[in-house]
């Protein structure tokens, strides 16, 4: 089983930039697509970006788009969420995922791990 963990969180000031790591160890991370996804206090986890096994093929939720760029390593098990132009609403607890389906999908519950999450706070 993979495990995730995240780093990269913070409090930044809007308009400003982080950038979130997640290392993976155990498993076959380079068979897998990977996702970040985000909940805020009071919503439900949504969909920000997913990335292919390959590396290939992304996928963001339109209101990152433009602003966010999902990446990853096989060579070093880690997928990267680097975030500019940050606002106010992006403010959540950012988490990394991994799906073993042999399909690419945005689907919440369709993946299979999960990291612990890091906290995101954009201050205006």
């Known amino acids: 089983q993979v495990q995730l963990v995240e780093s990269g969180g913070g409090l930044v000031q809007a308009g400003g930039a982080l950038r979130l790591s997640c290392a993976a160890s155990?498993?076959?991370?380079?068979?897998?697509?990977m996702g970040w996804f985000r909940q805020a206090l009071g919503k439900a986890r949504e969909f920000v970006a997913i990335?292919?096994?390959?590396?290939?093929?992304?996928l963001y939720e339109d209101s990152v788009k433009g602003r966010f760029t999902i990446s990853r390593d096989n060579g070093k098990n880690t997928v990267d969420l680097q975030m500019n132009s940050l606002k106010p609403e992006d403010t959540a607890v950012y988490y990394c995922?991994?799906?073993?389906?042999?399909?690419?999908?945005?689907?919440?519950?369709?993946?299979?791990?999960w990291g612990q999450g890091t906290q995101v706070t954009v201050s205006s």
């Open positions: 995922a991994g799906s073993n389906k042999p399909y690419f999908t945005k689907v919440t519950s369709t993946y299979d791990y």
């Open positions: 990335i292919s096994a390959s590396g290939v093929s992304t």
């Open positions: 155990g498993g076959t991370f380079s068979r897998n697509s």
